[in-house]
């Protein structure tokens, strides 16, 4: 995203003010394909413990217990951040209902605002509803 915004000769500084994270969609495909690449190491590695040869039943039981419980953590700490994520995305949401919208037009180069009295206090629900 830097190196767009300096391409474009825009400054930096604003630049690094305008970068967000990715959007919880996003988030969790990444999250979703992490754990994938977690889980499908984990099992590899224990499935070249367990063909080796060299383990005994009980001591392979205790490395499929350890795979399950590394595998669990790992979705529950994704499940808890993405659900973090969202929280704050939908607190920042919530709170900013009834804010006047700040929309940047590039065609004519004016930062056009509309404030929520102009648009009438619910006119529009008003028109869907009935």
């Known amino acids: 995203m830097m190196r767009i915004a300096e391409a474009e000769g825009k400054n930096l500084d604003e630049a690094k003010a305008s970068i967000s994270k ?3 969609n996003m988030l969790t495909a990444l999250l979703h394909v992490s754990a994938d690449l977690l889980r499908s190491t984990t099992t590899f590695i224990e499935g070249i413990l367990l063909l080796g040869g060299g383990l005994t039943p009980d001591e392979q039981v205790f490395v499929d217990a ?3 419980i590394i595998i669990g953590a790992s979705i529950y700490l994704a499940s808890i951040y993405a659900l973090y994520e969202w929280i704050t995305a939908f607190w920042r949401w919530f709170t900013s209902l009834g804010n006047a919208i700040e929309v940047k037009c590039p065609e004519c180069w004016a930062q056009i605002e509309i404030k929520p009295d102009k ?3 619910g006119k529009a629900a008003d028109a869907f509803i009935g």
């Open 66 to 68: 350890i795979c399950g």
């Open 119 to 121: 648009a009438g206090h």
């Open 22 to 24: 990715p959007e919880i």
